[in-house]
């Protein structure tokens, strides 16, 4: 199986930008989807982004459309998230995360989706 380790997170102002990484380790990751989700104390956990085994499609949340983007690269083992003109709303635990491609089919909209977690890293923006 596969291993996840999430960097990046941090504390930033609203209307900056955040790159977070996910390092994976253990069964290959170009076998997997990756994704991130995130989730705060309010809120059940959320998912964000994924992205295919070979970055060919994406998928987003409506509410991160034109903010946040999720990238991969294969050969470095690692998922990136680029989060631009962050909100307070996105202050959060973000968490990368990884399925089995057999979800692909009908695309990702929820945390039950994916089967391997990583421990989060966290978020703060302030306004």
């Known amino acids: 199986q596969v291993q996840l380790l999430e960097s990046g997170g941090g504390v930033v102002q609203a209307g900056d930008s955040l790159a977070l990484s996910c390092s994976t380790s253990?069964?290959?990751?170009?076998?997997?989807?990756l994704g991130w989700l995130r989730q705060s104390p309010e809120k059940k956990r959320e998912f964000l982004a994924a992205?295919?085994?070979?970055?060919?499609?994406?998928w987003y949340v409506d509410s991160v459309k034109g903010r946040f983007t999720i990238s991969r690269d294969n050969a470095k083992k690692t998922v990136y998230l680029q989060m631009n003109n962050l909100k307070p709303e996105d202050t959060a635990v973000y968490y990368c995360?990884?399925?089995?491609?057999?979800?692909?089919?009908?695309?990702?909209?929820?945390?039950?989706?994916?089967?391997?977690w990583g421990q989060g890293t966290q978020v703060t923006v302030s306004s």
């Open positions: 992205i295919s085994s070979n970055s060919g499609t994406t």
């Open positions: 995360a990884a399925a089995h491609k057999i979800n692909d089919r009908t695309g990702y909209d929820s945390p039950s989706q994916f089967n391997f």
């Open positions: 253990g069964s290959p990751s170009s076998q997997y989807t």
